[in-house]
């Protein structure tokens, strides 16, 4: 039993308090679009109100009533142009024979055990029909502050947005407006079932009928669009596509006959907007543009939703906040604001791409040269299976004597700073062509390898030859293979070095301490021989070798001439074929310390009101403000918070009414 309080029905400007009895309730969930509840008056009436989305109401509306049907209809388009979120509100009356055998079928399906979920929502289809419109609800509901930036942005960037939402097309629409998704030099395909010719099918009601001719419109659509798709391409300076199609005209275009003509049509358009779609269609859009475009996809949600589009894509990222943690819980990221989309990209994505393609080919190439170097001493041996190097220095080459430094590179090397990676989204575009990562780079890392392989051998080994130890004896087979290895070790740590864009301390002291490792581990191993040693190879051959000038000439020339080829394509690429990257490095060399301040007074001169605004939004502790972490909402308590740490922030026309109001209603009477 609850209570309403009400309007009086006899006593003008009076309120009751009216009880209602809630016999059944019929929940929610994202394929019905609905939410229905039975309910007992006091005098016995039974009475179903339904609430839902408007394509749903409408389907189970009775007959009669034609002109609130159309009257509504109307005003829903209005509040849609608006921007605004709409729902409408039915009735119908049962009667109490209906009800009780009903309510038989829907307590079996309640108590059901298998296949419970779609047992009640068959229930409920037979006796949600013949409702009586009672009107329609529209909520205003705010982006959050940056979402139209960051889309712009991230447009900027090469990234294709599509927008799959519950929304009707209207507010979808206008949505993609203040999103800067859509503008007005677009040229938009729109596929939707709110024309007159399928209104005039839905309303006779045959469904077979109305299924087939919204097929035969759909194909046409799609038909006609990708005909007239080409002659924008043709013209340099044609404008830019856009696809908005419904969730009922999407239903038949995923279908097998029609999604290759819609997946083509899609991905020649600059955007892409998919309303009134259910969580189904949404993990379907996304896995068609998965499997059959095979691009890269992300999804960003923050409701349940959005959960099966999560899942379905490459990626995906929750946003935390009213909606609920569902998303959270089953993306592979998590944010807070959609606004953060930009960093996680642009800023740490781009640089994990480029540090995960150095670690991988900096791994390929220092043991490429350091194998070769074995490779090419077989031919001496005539492959009789003789090593050349210690079983030692093999096993601890990349666990201790070279692991070190790359690690450092993987966490902490940037190209350029954060906020002109934002600066220049551009740069992205490097990831997405994979210029860092392709045949012709492995093939240049390759090339420099065997080149120093050669070098390692060859130099080593014949400068060996004509020398001579403090005894005056030749050097051994483990004299040279011990010179080689510490040049192999200098060498390709030295080459790391050269790869860096931004070197610290951690370089330094990873690059430093790996050679210095590698002397202190052959002085104690050459020095210390006991009697569980199977032989006395590499007894005092460190002492010896550094006990000559040889030693501290090879280790000096080889790593120079070895190094020469990488530092002479290094120096030509950056000069005459330089990357993206590289450009933005030499224009900002000289101001690199003042990009990340944002608080000096000569780059607040240069900014707008909206983007002075927003810095000084950032710079309050982001444990202040709770109004966050959910994709649409009011914003307009910065202003306050900000004027508690002694920042000003313009306020905003909405702050104003706000608090004008809150004025006027504090005022005693």
């Known amino acids: 039993m609850i209570y309403v309080r009400e309007s009086h ?107 419970r979920e779609k047992r009640l929502d068959e229930v409920a289809e037979l006796i949600e029909k013949e409702f009586i419109l009672i009107g329609a609800t529209a909520i205003e509901d705010k982006l959050q502050e940056g979402v139209p930036n960051c889309i712009q942005t991230l447009s900027r960037a090469g990234i294709k947005i599509w927008v799959l939402t519950g929304d009707k097309i209207e507010t979808a629409i206008n949505i993609a407006y203040a999103c800067n998704l859509l503008n007005n030099e677009m040229k938009q395909f729109i596929i939707s079932s709110e024309t007159d010719a399928i209104r005039e099918v839905e309303e006779r009601g045959d469904q077979t009928e109305i299924a087939r001719f919204m097929k035969e419109e759909v194909k046409k659509q799609l038909k006609q669009f990708l005909d007239e798709a080409p002659q924008y391409f043709c013209s340099p300076s044609g404008p830019k596509l856009a696809l908005v199609i419904d969730g009922k005209c999407l239903m038949y275009a995923l279908e097998p006959s029609l999604r290759i003509m819609l997946l083509t049509l899609s991905l020649n358009c600059s955007s892409v907007v998919c309303c009134r779609v259910s969580p189904l269609q949404k993990a379907q859009v996304t896995s068609l543009v998965k499997k059959g475009a095979r691009k890269i996809t992300l999804s ?93 220095f093999q096993s601890l080459y990349n666990v201790i004597f070279t692991a070190l430094p790359v690690v450092i590179v993987g966490l902490f090397d940037q190209d350029i700073s954060s906020s002109l990676s934002k600066k220049y989204p551009e740069l992205y575009k490097e990831g997405v062509r994979n210029m860092f990562f392709n045949r012709r780079v492995v093939a240049i890392w390759a090339c420099f390898a065997v080149y120093q392989s050669l070098v390692f051998f060859y130099f080593v080994s014949l400068s060996s030859s004509t020398s001579r130890d403090s005894d005056g004896k030749m050097f051994g087979l483990w004299d040279v293979s011990t010179m080689a290895f510490t040049c192999v070790v200098v060498t390709v740590n030295l080459r790391l070095l050269m790869m860096c864009n931004s070197i610290t301390r951690w370089h330094y002291i990873s690059v430093g301490g790996s050679i210095i490792v590698w002397f202190v581990f052959i002085f104690i191993y050459s020095g210390i021989m006991t009697r569980f040693d199977r032989n006395d190879n590499m007894f005092w051959v460190i002492y010896v070798l550094m006990s000559t000038s040889y030693f501290y000439v090879t280790l000096l020339l080889v790593p120079v001439a070895a190094l020469l080829g990488d530092f002479l394509y290094l120096g030509v690429q950056r000069w005459f074929f330089p990357y993206d990257y590289q450009i933005v490095q030499e224009s900002h060399k000289d101001d690199a310390d003042s990009i990340n301040k944002p608080d000096s007074q000569e780059t607040k001169e240069h900014l707008t009101p909206d983007e002075a605004r927003s810095n000084e939004i950032s710079q309050l502790p982001k444990e202040v403000s709770k109004h966050s972490g959910f994709a649409f909402d009011s914003p307009g308590y910065e202003s306050f918070f900000a004027t508690q740490f002694g920042k000003y922030v313009p306020p905003k026309a909405w702050d104003v009414a706000r608090r004008a109001s809150m004025k006027s209603k504090s005022k005693p009477k």
């Not at 839902?52 to 849609?80: P, S």
């Not at 309510?103 to 079996?108: A, M, Q, R, S, V």
């Not at 604001?337 to 670690?359: M, P, T």
């Open 300 to 392: 960003i949600g923050d409701g349940a939703n959005d959960v099966s589009m999560i899942q379905a894509a490459h990626i995906g990222i929750g946003i935390s906040g009213l909606e609920g943690m569902q998303a959270v819980m089953a993306s592979d990221f998590a944010i807070a604001q959609f606004r953060f989309l930009e960093d996680l990209l642009l800023v740490h994505g781009r640089w994990s791409y480029i540090r995960l393609c150095k670690v991988v080919m900096y791994f390929f190439y220092k043991n490429l040269a350091f194998t070769l170097t074995q490779f090419w001493f077989t031919f001496g041996t005539g492959f009789s299976g003789q090593r050349f190097y210690d079983d030692w």
């Open 9 to 115: 029905v006899e006593k003008m400007g009076k309120t009751q308090d009216v009880s209602y009895e809630i016999l059944n309730v019929l929940e929610f969930n994202s394929t019905r679009k609905r939410q229905s509840v039975v309910c007992r008056y006091r005098d016995g009436r039974l009475v179903l109100f339904c609430k839902g989305a408007d394509t749903v109401i409408y389907e189970r509306l009775g007959t009669g009533n034609g002109d609130l049907n159309k009257v509504t209809r109307v005003h829903l388009e209005q509040f849609g142009s608006a921007g605004l979120r709409t729902l409408c509100l039915a009735y119908r009356d049962l009667a109490p024979d209906l009800y009780e055998s009903w309510n038989e079928k829907f307590i079996t399906a309640k108590s059901s055990l298998r296949d």
